[in-house]
């Protein structure tokens, strides 16, 4: 057969890779990964490039490395499912080769099964296509309208043996083609809106299909053919057959590789194949596949990953990514690295060989070749061997060639020198051996003036001027300033620098060493590695502290620190540059650093050796040595911008350990983004999945409820557990740390509600806080009423009081007024007596109407007091003179006093005041207001102020009017003063109005 020619440039690459042995890394995903059964029927990525299969006994959906098994309902008997599609509306549709075909919206199932209209329960084949679906089984096409679910059999089946067993679909110019077991290949037309069969051509056996470009692959029994898909439908076939097993599935890869899953049924012929140029190629061993049952093979393109579904050892996960390679390189210990120009110079534990650009091997030179060139030297040298007693480290001659250790290669000028347990060895570009020197040396470098170094275990360093002829300046170990136990040696514009593993830093110039620890400069003793970046600046790596960029230009400065917790790892095992990255290798992968951010590559990645035994970069390649072959990485991709996690859904919530219901799931994802429960279920346990990113297990995860709570520590399990949430509101945030993409990202992934108990609720709250306000308002009134009650009592026993004391002050006016008509009737002043008699009586009952008020006005009271006055001037003739006056502010008419207030001080004026010698008697009663609105009463006398009886006199009526004032005004704090002089008295008076 003829492929197409850019489907099939790929043979070229491949014969590369394959001739090299460029191994791909793989997964294997097994039962024991949660995987419902090894027998995979069926391989599906969704819209999301998710992947569904369908094995012999489950569904099940893979993530992040694991596992979602998909539950059917008990009204499903058959688990089987041997095909998935999907259709636009994002259902799938899965054939079960026993239970019909079921269709799946994320939450529920619908069955379709021979009572719906399918012709037979062995679906084997399901094609979502223009809004239909189309089922394969053993007795025809069906075709179901996922709208209405009606089922449509299109009729002109041709059965074999009683069955017409569909084995595969294809779509080409938008027509649906498929194949059966024994029959041929079909095509589906329509006729007067129902579907018909028409045959296309008779294959006497079809296992499955795959049209690529024109080209339809069909797998026979033990072979493929391939047919040009438009001379078929003209009846003009011609095929070509290749392959010797039998094929059931093809797929295409994104550089247009052609890949075929192949199981040989009756021997073992089954693998994963590549298809290039009518030739076949099975790859599985590079790919890591083990199986030689493979049943389907699918590809994801935005991953870069090839999946392989086998039916005995479940699924392959195969990254085509070409970031890191690896080279098996005959299982050999890799030793070194360094090149030529396009050549690769490998040194290994069998020799050196030369590696062209496709990795083939152009030249080597053995461990024989070596040994040769040692004995050659010992033969035909004139100069004498030097010897441990020369102060050179022993190195023993007769070691023979199968026993022969490699310690290094270095390219220098012309030449590339290579270090070993019997000696050093110059080597031409082309691999010759041509130059020997018996010296034992681990580490040897030269110097920035070109001079050769050889470092001596305990003994020094020596620098020769002349290899050759080993003629060199020796520095004496007993000088503190020469390096001891170096293991690294760096040339730096007009410097070199040596680091030991036990001394710290050293640095040569001036053809002189200078020890950095004992000058104290830096005080870093146990130094690893040492490289420098584009910028000239020193990396060195120390043994147990951390990794150090030193400008040592002018002044010796640690520009940075990388210290050794940020390191993923414990031992670092090497120490490169590229550009603005270092590259740091532990016993966990490769450390990328770079400004301040650390990537982590390893197994999951491809790097499956993580015990580095040499590196070395070529331009954009980083060259990874271990005890059983090479790696190369890539560094523009592994240095490039990375996606990382765009989402995160939750896949499961459990409440108090109990699994929330499934109806608040839709494919296997959580469809809020809040929970709500009560503060008697809040232990809280979610999973969740991080979408986007390429490697799971490079993801770390921290919480926090809210923005003002630190973050939890870092875990790799996507599991967060929250115990005995307080009732509140909380904002629950994931930080992603993608250790691939160097890259931290956060989500907001769930609100959650923890309802407070009722007596904590804002209704319980209001409850309480109405019922406070109801009780309190109860109280207030109940207290407001008492005090009503009170003062109405009060007022009332004031009232009592007040007559009472009215009474009092009653019969005491009238005892003196009988006084004074007594004193008439002694004189027998009948006119008088009878005069005053009608005054008094005409007072009195001015008296009793006044005695029933508690307040009368002022102007009743003045009038009262006139009445008053007149009466009790008769006894002194009339002599007395008086004035009231009131201030024109206060209406007298609707300002009121209490009944009788003064008439006890105008009494003790006549009684007291003035007797028949007194000259012009006179008295003045004032009304005004006060600043602070008092009503002032004023009672000024000019009579005896100044005598005795009248300061210790205790008028009977004036005490009657303080306990009168007491009582109506309570608050009406000394209320009365009185004031005495030699020039009369002052009464003041002050009530509140």
Not at 151 to 164: M, R
Not at 618 to 642: C, H, S, V
């Amino acid at each position: 057969m003829h492929l197409p020619t850019k489907v099939l440039l790929f043979l070229v690459c491949f014969y590369g890779v394959y001739c090299s042995a460029q191994y791909k890394p793989s997964i294997n995903y097994t039962t024991s990964n949660g995987l419902p059964n090894n027998a995979v029927r069926a391989l599906f990525l969704d819209k999301n490039e998710d992947l569904w299969i369908g094995t012999e006994n489950g569904i099940s959906k893979l993530e992040n490395g694991a596992f979602s098994n998909l539950i059917l309902p008990k009204t499903i008997n058959n688990n089987s499912c041997w095909d998935i599609a999907q259709d636009r509306n994002g259902n799938l549709w899965f054939a079960s080769y026993g239970g019909g075909v079921y269709k799946y919206d994320g939450l529920q199932f619908t069955v379709f099964d021979k009572q719906k209209g399918l012709p037979s329960l062995r679906a084997r084949k399901v094609l979502a296509h223009n809004d239909k679906i189309y089922v394969g089984t053993e007795l025809g096409v069906a075709i179901i309208d996922p709208k209405t679910n009606a089922v449509a059999v299109p009729k002109g089946i041709v059965p074999h043996f009683g069955v017409f067993i569909v084995t595969d679909f294809v779509v080409y110019k938008n027509e649906v083609f498929f194949s059966t077991a024994n029959e041929g290949l079909f095509k589906i037309v329509t006729n007067k809106n129902k579907p018909e069969i028409v045959p296309i051509h008779q294959f006497k056996y079809t296992y499955s299909l795959g049209l690529f470009e024109g080209t339809l692959l069909s797998a026979n029994k033990g072979f493929l053919q391939s047919f040009q898909m438009e001379k078929l439908l003209q009846d003009q076939p011609t095929s070509k057959s290749l392959g010797q097993s039998i094929f059931w599935d093809f797929i295409t890869d994104s550089d247009r590789n052609l890949y075929a899953a192949a199981w040989g049924v009756f021997d073992n012929s089954g693998g994963l194949y590549a298809i290039a140029n009518n030739q076949m190629k099975n790859i599985s061993d590079l790919y890591g596949i083990d199986s030689k049952n493979l049943l389907n093979v699918v590809h994801a393109r935005k991953k870069n990953i090839l999946y392989v579904g086998s039916k005995d050892k479940g699924i392959y996960e195969i990254q085509l990514d070409k970031t890191i390679n690896y080279n098996p390189f005959e299982n050999k210990t890799i030793v070194d690295f360094t090149s030529i120009g396009a050549k690769k110079v490998i040194l290994h534990q069998d020799g050196v060989s030369f590696l062209e650009k496709d990795n083939t091997i152009t030249t080597s030179v053995s461990l024989t070749d070596f040994k040769n060139a040692e004995l050659a030297y010992i033969k035909n040298s004139k100069q004498e061997l030097p010897s441990h007693a020369d102060g050179y480290y022993e190195l023993n001659y007769k070691i023979p060639a199968n026993q022969i250790e490699f310690y290094e290669i270095i390219k220098h000028q012309k030449s590339f020198w290579i270090s070993s347990n019997i000696g050093l060895f110059e080597m031409s570009f082309i691999g010759k051996l041509i130059n020997y020197a018996p010296i034992h040396s681990y580490k040897i470098g030269f110097t920035y003036d070109q001079q050769l170094i050889e470092t001596i275990p305990y003994a020094g360093v020596r620098v020769y001027d002349d290899i050759t002829n080993l003629k060199a300046k020796h520095y004496s170990e007993f000088n503190t300033n020469t390096p001891l136990d170096v293991v690294g040696i760096l040339n730096s514009k007009d410097k070199s620098y040596l680091i030991s593993v036990f001394q710290g830093l050293f640095v040569y110039e001036n053809k002189a060493f200078k020890s950095l620890l004992k000058e104290g400069i830096w005080n870093e003793s146990k130094l690893k590695f040492i490289t420098q970046n584009k910028q000239g600046n020193l990396i060195i790596a120390s043994e147990f502290d951390a990794v150090y960029i030193i400008d040592n230009t002018k002044f010796f400065k640690v520009l940075k620190t990388i210290p050794k917790n940020k390191l993923i790892g414990t031992t670092i095992t090497f120490l490169e540059s590229y550009q603005d990255y270092i590259f740091i290798g532990t016993e966990k992968g490769i450390n990328c650093y770079h400004n301040g951010v650390m990537q982590l590559f390893d197994k999951e990645q491809g790097l499956k050796d993580a015990a580095i035994t040499s590196s070395q970069i070529f331009e954009n390649q980083l060259w990874l040595g271990t005890k059983k072959g090479f790696f190369t990485i890539d560094l523009k991709k592994i240095t490039a911008t990375k996606n990382s996690v765009t989402n995160i859904k939750i896949s499961s919530i459990a409440i108090n350990s109990v699994l929330i219901a499934p109806k608040n799931y839709r494919w296997f994802s959580y469809q809020s983004n809040q929970l709500i429960t009560d503060y008697e279920h809040n232990t809280i346990a979610l999973d969740f999945v991080p979408k986007g990113h390429l490697y799971p297990n490079k993801l770390k995860f921290r919480y926090r409820l809210k923005k003002s709570n630190r973050w939890s520590p870092y875990t790799e399990k996507p599991f967060v557990y929250l115990s005995y949430l307080p009732n509140d509101t909380y904002n629950l945030e994931i930080e992603v740390l993608d250790l691939h993409a160097g890259k931290t990202t956060r989500f907001s992934i769930l609100k959650i509600i923890i309802q407070p108990p009722f007596w904590k609720t804002g209704l319980f709250y209001s409850t309480i806080g109405i019922l406070i306000i109801l009780g309190s308002a109860l109280l207030i009134f109940r207290i407001k009423k008492r005090a009503q009650q009170k003062a109405a009592t009060e007022n009332q026993l004031a009232k009592a009081k007040l007559e009472a004391l009215l009474s009092q002050m009653n019969p005491h006016f009238t005892f003196n007024a009988l006084q004074t008509i007594q004193g008439f009737v002694f004189n027998n002043d009948k006119l008088n007596s009878t005069i005053y008699i009608s005054e008094v009586a005409s007072l009195m009952r001015q008296t009793l109407d006044n005695s029933t008020y508690q307040t009368i006005t002022i102007a009743d009271e003045i009038k009262y007091l006139e009445t008053y006055i007149a009466i009790e001037n008769k006894r002194f003739d009339n002599r007395i003179q008086f004035t009231i006056e009131v201030d024109e502010s206060i209406d007298k008419h609707q300002i009121e006093i209490p009944t009788m207030l003064l008439q006890p001080f105008v009494e003790n004026i006549f009684k007291h005041a003035f007797d028949e010698e007194s000259p012009h008697p006179t008295f003045t009663i004032d009304f005004t207001i006060t600043v602070d609105q008092l009503l002032q009463i004023q009672i000024l006398d000019n009579g005896k102020g100044n005598t005795k009886n009248i300061n210790t006199h205790n008028s009977k009526g004036i005490a009657i009017a303080k306990k009168r004032l007491q009582i109506i005004q309570p608050s009406n704090i000394n209320p009365i003063q009185i004031n005495f002089s030699e020039t009369g008295t002052t009464v003041i008076i002050r009530l509140i109005i």
